[in-house]
């Protein structure tokens, strides 16, 4: 039984996700958004609606800072509230990247209308969501939103919950 669990959450990566406050606006999006993450067999660990201060838009997108768009971003990003997620599955990371699309909502309207920034991205910064972009980012992101989540054993911890159908997990 140890054994099975111990192999399962070696099989399962988590990222962060965020759906970002132009999406939150507006519910039927927002909802389809959430319906993708159900529909793609991802555990929703954590989630949680939140509104950053604008010194916390400053610290998580720090790395961009100086480019012509931080400012716009950091505004956008603490302008109302938006939706985090630990979400959990097979190569969550890549997986959830993809379901976004590209960064730019013209390459992603026309290279991937599929996508979820091709569907309901409104321009560059309002593009809908976020995805971490590495196992580094993940780490650090999750650390950002949920600062008490024990990424060493969340797994052994939450399994029950997880089997008793306590979580969504289409
Ligand atoms: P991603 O969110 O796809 O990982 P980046 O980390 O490069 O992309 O950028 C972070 C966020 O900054 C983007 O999601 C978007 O909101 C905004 N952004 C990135 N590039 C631009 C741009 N050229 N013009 C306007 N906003 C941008």
Redo the contacts with the bound molecule.
């Keep these: 039984m140890v054994f099975l669990a111990v192999r399962r959450a070696k099989a399962l990566q988590i990222t962060l996700a965020i759906i970002?406050p132009d999406a939150v606006a507006h519910p039927l999006i927002s909802e389809a958004i959430h319906q993708k993450i159900l529909d793609q067999q991802f555990i929703v660990v954590r989630s949680k609606e939140l509104i950053w201060r604008r010194d916390d838009s400053e610290r998580f997108?720090a790395?961009?800072k100086g480019?012509?768009?931080?400012q716009?971003?950091v505004e956008?990003?603490s302008s109302g509230p938006m939706r985090a997620y630990i979400l959990a599955r097979e190569n969550a990371i890549s997986h959830w990247?993809e379901l976004?699309g590209?960064?730019?909502t013209y390459r992603a309207r026309y290279l991937s209308p599929e996508s979820i920034?091709g569907k309901y991205g409104l321009?560059?910064?309002?593009?809908t969501?976020?995805?971490s972009?590495s196992l580094d980012s993940a780490e650090r992101e999750i650390a950002f939103f949920f600062p008490e989540f024990n990424k060493k054993c969340w797994y052994e911890m939450d399994e029950p919950l997880i089997r008793a159908g306590y979580y969504s997990y289409s």
Excluded: A, C, S, V
Aim: no cysteine.
């Design positions: 970002k997108y790395e961009h480019r012509f768009f931080y716009r971003l956008f990003m990247r976004m590209p960064t730019k920034r321009t560059d910064t309002r593009n969501t976020h995805g972009d």
